[in-house]
């Protein structure tokens, strides 16, 4: 390895300090302390290049989108965010990429409350992979398996904001004349620089049954929720909860991104019917009995969901 | 994500079965639980290939190698084995390569007690993340700092042995007519098959003062135990201790491999005076007040070691 790589290595070490970090990167591994009577929570996402962002994306928000998909694992898990290991794989050591890296890391680290505490920083093709750890209490785990018939499906903030980013980002939205410059920044920046949920984590393990993190749209994921917990699910596409931004966009269009987007991060919760909903926390939907994902507005090309019709 | 891929993951999960394992592969993230009163310990190792290990080399070796140097880690920190995470980057969905490279995990998980718990399969480049997570009771976790002056440097079982495995299989071993083809073979199973020293873990915690992997070789990892704990080293070459297989390559090679070859993930250890050293833990030196690697042999190329001559 060049002394560039490991220069920047001790940079990243940088990102290690927080109270829970007994020992962090320069021993053979870090040493974290835990609260009492808690079980771990674990998630790996690996993004690469051309793949999971575009090429030429600015390194800053190669870091930002990466740390972001892993530790929205932990808020749909209702985990508080413990430490994140980061290997990242690079072409070279080019000092300004990873200026601009270690700028978005830092933000998100400090975000996200995840402090750094190993990687490994190796020659190739650019692809980060991010592990994640956090801790629940014994047994309040929150898993894919518990939303039951008659909760109600719920979205945190709003869908489809990222998908419609990464069109504008690739000059492939069509109806970009339809945008204000400071939409078209919000959108980039909700692609760019989504946000884990960890702020619902508290709210969650108290009142959900199921969440998952919307990861590969919303029409999949409840999809997922639904056969994991054994139920079926009903999507009311008039009840998506959009930005400002998007609801500029072309109805078609915006609906095709609320419902299989999924670059935002949003989670999709299972809420019992007693529960009042917060703030920022919309009914889209409903669990049944029964199996599959039904939604009265299916784009074109996906397969697998029912069309109850308008 | 194509089909292929999509079935070698499930494949993987079957690895995830062990009794700490509370939620496996197939949820945001897995749910682990923990001993009481343990802290965690946390390492993430990359192997490239070309880098790491040649390129064709077998994919059951790929997988053993890389989840053997990240456990070795565990090993050095005096800590138990809970679980692992694997990021696999491949060129294609290779029916048969994955199917060899899933053997070879087969064996380490259960040699090693580690669970594969999360996961993340990308095309793209040959690469292999490994993070390993293990626990140790509070405060008990075996640093690089505490190497006292007077304690002996030890080694567990024989030293060199990989280098001159990887010498064997790249063609690149002078002196292979010394060898007898089951130490050839023997040797080029140290390589593709290194064993994470996790047998040690009891001992270690009960006797040493500080122990590190050699992954880059004794003098460079004494050199980092020392540089760590503040204080120096002394090594007698002719105290090293060599599988029967290395004794018979040429003196010069040999303590070369021995001295500068990391690829055996065997451990280095500061054992204080009144401990009696257990089979297959040989001391090879000892600690002194000071700085700084010395040695009365030094390989051609190496700097930064003194040469206390013969």
């Known amino acids: ?29 870090a040493v974290l302390a835990l609260p009492p009577d808690t079980e771990l929570v674990v998630s790996t996402d690996t993004l690469v290049e ?20 892993a530790a929205s694992d932990l808020a749909a898990m209702a985990a508080e965010p413990l430490a994140m290991t980061l290997a990242l794989t690079l072409p070279a050591a080019d000092d300004l990429w990873l200026h601009s890296f270690s700028e978005g890391l830092a933000r998100v680290v400090k975000q996200f409350a995840l402090p750094l505490v190993g990687g490994d920083l190796t020659r190739g093709p650019l692809s980060v992979t991010v592990t994640v750890i ?21 979205v945190t903030h709003t869908l489809g904001d990222a998908a419609a980013g990464l069109a504008v980002v690739s000059g492939h939205l ?9 939409e078209a920044l919000f959108l980039e920046d909700r692609f760019y620089q989504p946000t884990a949920r960890l702020d619902w984590v508290g709210w969650l393990r108290d009142n959900a049954h199921a969440a998952i993190d919307i990861s590969d749209g919303l029409l999949a994921d409840a999809g997922h ?4 917990s054994g139920v079926g ?13 998007l609801a500029s ?23 019992p019917p007693a529960v009042d909903l917060p703030e920022n926390l919309t009914q889209v939907g409903e669990f049944v009995s029964g199996a599959g994902v039904a939604c009265d507005y299916i784009p074109d090309g996906l397969t697998g969901y029912d069309h109850f019709g308008i």
Not at 55 to 66: G, K, N, Q
């Open 249 to 271: 966009v072309e109805k078609t269009q915006r609906l095709t991104w609320a419902l299989a987007g999924g670059d935002d991060y949003e989670l999709a919760v299972a809420v």
């Open 50 to 69: 051309g793949t999971h962002f575009p090429e030429l994306t600015l390194p800053e928000y190669v870091a930002t989108r990466a740390v972001a998909a």
């Open 174 to 182: 069509k109806s970009l004349e339809a945008l204000t410059p400071d």
């Open 225 to 228: 929720l639904s056969s994991a």
């Open 233 to 245: 699910c009903r999507i009311d596409s008039g009840r998506l909860p959009l930005s400002s931004a």
């Open 1 to 29: 390895m060049g002394r560039e790589f490991q220069l920047i290595q001790r940079h990243l070490a940088l990102f290690g300090a927080a109270p829970q970090v007994r020992v962090g990167v320069g021993d053979d591994g």
């Open 134 to 154: 956090g801790t629940v209490p014994h047994g309040r785990a929150l898993c894919r398996t518990g939303a039951r018939p008659g909760d109600r499906l719920c």
